[in-house]
C-alpha cells in the first residue's frame, strides 16, 4: 500500500456530514447512480455542473452519501475568506487563481492531489451558468487536461434544483431563500454518471484538451436532461437577480 495516499482530515469529514444534514433541512435531496467502489478513493476526477452558489454544499452532502471525500478546486476569493479560507485550506481544497499567471500551478497541485489517489471535482464550466436554460455551458480546457495528464477517470455528475435554495447573487437575498426553501423544501435532484470516453490519449495532440472537454459537456449535459424532464427548455424558477448571457453556449459536436 502507498503510505503517502491523501486521507481526508477531520474536517472536511464533519464538513460532509454537516452537508448532509444543511441540505436535508432545506430541500429533499435525491441521490442516484454510483461512483464504481474501486474509484471512490481516487485516483478520480468528477466533474459537475455549476447553477447556484448552493452547489458546493449539494455536491458535499451527495458526495457523502456515496463514501467519497472530493477536493475541490475553488476560486481563490474563497480562500482569502477569514477563517473559512483557512479550513478549505486544512480540508485540502485546490485553489484556482483564475485570470493570473498562477492558475497553472492548480493543475500542477491537482496532478499531485490525483497521484496520490485523490478524487478531484471541478467545475468545467468555470462559473457559475447564465446560459438562459441552465444548461452546461462551454467548458473550460482544465479538466480534460488534467485527465489526459494523468490518465485519471472522469465521472459526470450532474444535479438540479440548488437554483431554487440560494439566489445567483448570494448573500443578497440569501436570507429570503433559506426561508422560501424552509417552507417549500424543494427537491434537489442529483446522478453520477457512467465515466466519460474522452476520446483522446494525450492532452500534447493539438486540440486534444478542446475535444474531451467537448465530450466531458456533452455527457453533463446528457447526464442532466433526465432530472428535469418536465423543464427541457427554461426553468420554471425564475431568479431575477441572474443575468443571461448566451455567448457560451455549448455546441455539441456532430459524431
Not at 187 to 207: C, K, N, Q
Request: net charge positive; with cysteine.
Amino acid at each position: 500500500m502507498n503510505t503517502s495516499t491523501w486521507q481526508p482530515p477531520l474536517i472536511w469529514r464533519a464538513a460532509l456530514l454537516l452537508a448532509r444534514g444543511l441540505v436535508g433541512l432545506l430541500a429533499r435531496l435525491e441521490v442516484t447512480g454510483d461512483v464504481p467502489a474501486h474509484l471512490r478513493r481516487g485516483p478520480l476526477v468528477l466533474v459537475a455542473n455549476h447553477i447556484s452558489p448552493f452547489d458546493p454544499v449539494v455536491m458535499a452532502a451527495a458526495c457523502q452519501t456515496r463514501g467519497i471525500a472530493p477536493r475541490i478546486m475553488a476560486t481563490a476569493g474563497l480562500f482569502r475568506v477569514p477563517v473559512f479560507g483557512a479550513a478549505m485550506r486544512h480540508a485540502g481544497h485546490i485553489r484556482v487563481d483564475r485570470g493570473t499567471s498562477a492558475v497553472h500551478q492548480a493543475l500542477d497541485d491537482a496532478a499531485t492531489a490525483v497521484a496520490r489517489g485523490s478524487v478531484i471535482l471541478i467545475y468545467p464550466e468555470g462559473r457559475i451558468g447564465l446560459d438562459p436554460g441552465l444548461w452546461p455551458e462551454r467548458g473550460k480546457t482544465g479538466a480534460a487536461r488534467l485527465a489526459l495528464a494523468c490518465g485519471a477517470p472522469v465521472v459526470p455528475v450532474a444535479q438540479w434544483g440548488a437554483h431554487e435554495v440560494l439566489p445567483y447573487q448570494a448573500p443578497r437575498g440569501m436570507l429570503r431563500g433559506i426561508a422560501r426553501s424552509l417552507w417549500r423544501r424543494p427537491v434537489i435532484r442529483l446522478h453520477f454518471g457512467t465515466p466519460v470516453d474522452l476520446g483522446e490519449s494525450s492532452a500534447a495532440s493539438p486540440g486534444a484538451a478542446r475535444r474531451a472537454t467537448g465530450r466531458i459537456i456533452d455527457a453533463l449535459t446528457d447526464t442532466l436532461a433526465p432530472l428535469r424532464p418536465d423543464e427541457p427548455d427554461l426553468p420554471r424558477h425564475v431568479d431575477p437577480g441572474r443575468p443571461s448571457d448566451p455567448s457560451r453556449a455549448h455546441r455539441r459536436r456532430p459524431g
